[in-house]
């Protein structure tokens, strides 16, 4: 059968801003690779590149990429979207939209429009500030709508949602044929707080990227036999769903234990300045480092550098970074509330309040080298059994199912 | 046309309690999860050891003919003492039946046959007294934890005065041969410092001329312990009589029939019907005339006939555990060879304490099950691991297990070396 995705997606982005883009880019190639076409609709805040250009291609095979001018980006918020706004033209403004509800419609009516004239045969948007969009075009093409749900309003806020936000969200989720949950633990969420039925909703893991299935796990020797003190990773955006002060709270636990351990924490966000002084608070200021945006190259080395990664999310839809550590056989501790957690079993689980515990497991894991080792080798080699090549066969099923019923 | 031996295995392990790292050095010995351990005593006491010891205590009354055999570890008859003296009478009265044979084995349910011959005689001799005290026989046939067997391991057993051994029949050292004979190892010497140390440390006189091994007949034995109410297997439901059916056409001399006794209620729930397949075997193989034999009975009348005994010849370990019946269930990853070699690196310190207290916690740390639950095979499939442990994962038991270790060896280190000896305790 020939399959035609007309795709509401997000783009890979240049630094680390978490697992959207990333997984958005996966499933396109994974895609690519079993035979269905794929027309993909991204979000450009640049005037000049209305005109379509091709940047995702695998082998020989490319997805068409179409740009909207808009200056959404994953993850979005009314208070993250006012603040990029405050430092743009008047005139901008009009084009793009003033607040993030003006931003989704202008993205939504430009998104349709761009793309009113191809012929899918299905319909697929990624997270909430597409499914207007989706709903729109697969109206318009008279095609099944699959939403993707990588992250929901509740993951974000630690299950206080903004009631706008959710709502739209509960709409794309009810005008949906399909929908795909990033794990067991989301699937439940949709079930439990938003009220749709089982039935409807197929979960499908994010596969890992090929870059990292082509790493190896370091020498073994190199994460003991070392001289410098060991350190133990955070990586992620510093905002309340990943468990940033958690990670703060194992630290001093770890610190009053083992002073020589160090502590990094990676990724920005509007938490930073509170952890700063949260950090300086519990005694930390000698041993934590936090090192702001990351390149990708950069979070590489991070990865290999830790000797512990430690992931305490208060509710991780899925939580790539922790398949990412594994890859780079860094043995991971992970939060209970999350969805990585179905497809790592090689890993130490822990509850996100339980900071007592997550430092009990850092300092096993740091004391223990059969552990770590076995971690490392373990996990790693787990990682390479989930591709997005295999992964996107099941989205592809999921569209034959749809078209044909 | 065979008999039929039954064997019954009774344990259950000291499960660990969450221990943290930062009480280390102030655990006083105080690894074991009481609560855990007592509710799960009591919960299998309920729905196994005493319902099925009932069954049994009226069968063996109706059918005097009727034999059975038990490997009753000692932690288990340790743990009847703090939370079941009601299950270790009920065992008591079907040793009062003189229709059952006690097994030897080591009373930790330990792999001390992989890492220590002193300490593994040591605890088999212990049993050996365990047994006789509570249930007033000598035990004549020895089963290692988990049946884990090799050829030197059957000398060993001769060597300290047992008559029998128990094993797997496996395939892959039976070839087309059937388990239903009974067989010897291959003859050969341990070595005189082998020898020395056995002499020492047996619990008996002196050593047998030869040893028989008793084969576990794993298809039929398995039929019962794990497929007896799988509902996709073609045998289901299996009835008394079908089943007597199979034994009959299985051939040889013995079949013999060894299996958890937990799978009496615990792992077939009662409503599976298992008990009352159970209450039914022994008039229907009265009727068909099959006789029932203890291990030793079936050795006894094995010796009697003289016929020609073929050796099973096991190099390398077998066990009854999983598909690939060698020891990778407890020793095949790389935290379990390290457990198991921390633990045992500890022997001569402990040892020398000769606190009583401290040695017995030590050896609890040897049942085989902290290491099973530290197994990594198969783990994402949801297997029969996962099934029987009590923790959330493989790490979670590494974790409890090296803190424990850890405590441990920092009690040893912080003792002065020439305390005075502790009178032991009476």
């Known amino acids: 059968m020939s399959l035609h995705s007309l795709m509401f997606g997000w783009e890979y982005p240049p630094l680390h801003l978490g697992g959207l883009g990333v997984a958005c880019q996966g499933l396109v190639k994974g895609l690519l690779r079993n035979g269905v076409k794929v027309t993909l609709v991204l979000p450009h805040a640049n005037k000049t590149a209305e005109r379509e250009v091709t940047v995702l291609s695998t082998d020989d095979l490319s997805a068409s990429t179409m740009s909207v001018p808009s200056m959404l980006q994953p993850y979005d918020t009314h208070g993250s979207y006012d603040i990029r706004v405050g430092n743009i033209s008047r005139e901008e ?53 699959v939403a993707h749900i990588h992250a929901t309003e509740l993951d974000r806020t630690n299950f206080h949602p903004n009631e706008w936000i959710y709502g739209f969200e509960k709409k794309g989720f009810e005008a949906a044929d399909r929908i795909i949950a990033v794990s067991n633990y989301t699937k439940n969420i949709l079930t439990e707080h938003y009220g749709i039925a089982e039935s409807k909703i197929v979960v499908v893991h994010n596969g890992t990227s090929e870059h990292l299935s082509s790493f190896r796990a370091p020498n073994v020797h190199s994460l003991h ?7 133990v990773l955070f990586l992620g955006r510093l905002v309340l769903q990943k468990g940033p002060k958690q990670f703060l709270d194992m630290a001093s636990i770890v610190h009053q234990r083992k002073p020589e351990v160090q502590f990094c924490v990676a990724g920005d966000g509007d938490m930073l300045p509170e952890m700063i002084s949260y950090a300086i608070e519990r005694g930390l200021a000698d041993c934590v480092l936090f090192t702001g945006k990351v390149q990708n190259k950069e979070v590489s080395e991070l990865y290999r550098r830790a000797a512990c990664f430690v992931m305490p999310s208060l509710s991780e839809p899925f939580g790539l970074v922790a398949l990412e550590a594994a890859a780079h056989g860094t043995p991971v501790v992970l939060s209970k509330q999350s969805g990585v957690r179905e497809v ?22 740091l004391r223990e080298k059969p552990l770590a080792q076995q971690l490392q080798s373990e996990a790693s080699r787990a990682v390479t059994y989930l591709t997005w090549q295999h992964q996107a066969s099941t989205v592809r099923s999921i569209y034959e199912q749809l078209i044909t019923t | 046309m065979p008999s039929i031996c039954l064997y019954f295995q009774v344990h259950q392990p000291y499960r660990l309690r969450d221990l943290r790292i930062g009480d280390v050095g ?34 063996l009354n109706s059918h005097p003919d009727f034999r059975i055999a038990f490997s009753i570890s000692g932690v288990f008859i340790d743990q009847c003492k703090e939370y079941g003296e009601d299950v270790l009478e009920s065992f008591r009265k079907l040793a009062e039946t003189g229709q059952v044979e006690f097994l030897a084995e080591t009373y930790y349910h330990s792999l001390a046959s992989l890492t220590s011959l002193t300490e593994f005689l040591e605890q088999v001799t212990l049993h050996v007294r365990t047994i006789e005290e509570y249930f ?136 599976t019907g298992i008990f009352d397949f159970l209450r039914a075997l022994p008039r229907i193989w009265e009727e068909r005339g099959i006789a029932t034999r203890t291990p030793s009975e079936t050795i006894a009348a094995w010796n009697k006939i003289k016929q020609p005994t073929e050796c099973f010849d096991a190099h390398e370990f077998l066990s009854w555990a999983d598909h690939e019946r060698d020891l990778s269930a407890w020793q095949g990853n790389l935290i379990q060879i390290a457990a198991l070699q921390a633990l045992h690196a500890l022997e001569k310190p402990v040892k020398k304490t000769n606190d009583l207290r401290l040695i017995d916690t030590w050896r609890r740390l040897q049942s085989s099950d902290h290491f099973y639950y530290m197994c990594t095979k198969y783990w994402s499939d949801g297997d029969v691991h996962k099934y029987f442990s009590p923790y959330e994962s493989p790490y979670e038991a590494y974790r409890r297990f090296s803190h424990a270790l850890c405590d441990l060896r920092q009690m040893l280190e912080a003792r002065p070396p020439d305390s005075p000896l502790p009178t032991p305790d009476p």
């Open chain 2, 26 to 59: 102030t655990m006083d010995l105080q690894y074991f999860d009481a609560e855990k351990n007592r509710s799960v005593f009591r919960k299998v006491a309920e729905k196994c050891y005493l319902p099925a010891n009932a069954v049994l205590l009226e069968l």
């Open chain 1, 93 to 145: 403004c009009e084009i793009y939209g003033g607040d993030i509800a003006g931003a989704i419609e202008k993205y939504t009516a430009a998104s349709v429009q761009i793309s009113k004239n191809i012929t899918p045969n299905v319909v697929h948007c990624h997270d909430w500030m597409t499914y207007g969009a989706g709903k729109r075009a697969a109206r318009h093409h008279r095609v099944p709508l």
């Open chain 1, 344 to 365: 790592l079993d090689h890993a130490f689980t822990v509850d996100f309040w339980d900071t007592e515990k997550m430092a009990d497991c850092v300092l096993t894991i």
């Open chain 2, 136 to 271: 007033g026989q000598t035990p004549k046939v020895f089963r290692n934890t988990e049946l884990i067997f090799r050829n030197e391991l059957a000398h060993v057993a001769r060597l300290m005065g047992f008559q029998g051994i128990l094993a797997e029949g496996a395939d892959r050292i039976l070839g087309d041969r059937s388990p239903n004979m009974l067989f010897a190892p291959p003859k050969f010497r341990l070595s005189a410092a082998q020898e020395r140390v056995i002499r020492k440390f047996r619990p008996f006189g002196k050593a047998q001329k030869d040893i028989r091994i008793l084969l576990k007949n794993y298809r039929l034995s398995d039929d019962v312990a794990f497929r007896f109410s799988d509902r996709s297997w073609i045998g289901f439901p299996l009835t008394a009589d079908r089943f007597t059916d199979w034994l009959m056409g299985s051939g040889g001399c013995t079949t013999n029939l060894f299996m958890d006794y937990e799978t009496f209620g615990e792992h077939q729930w009662a409503d």
């Open chain 1, 225 to 231: 036999g070392r001289k410098d003190a060991p350190m």
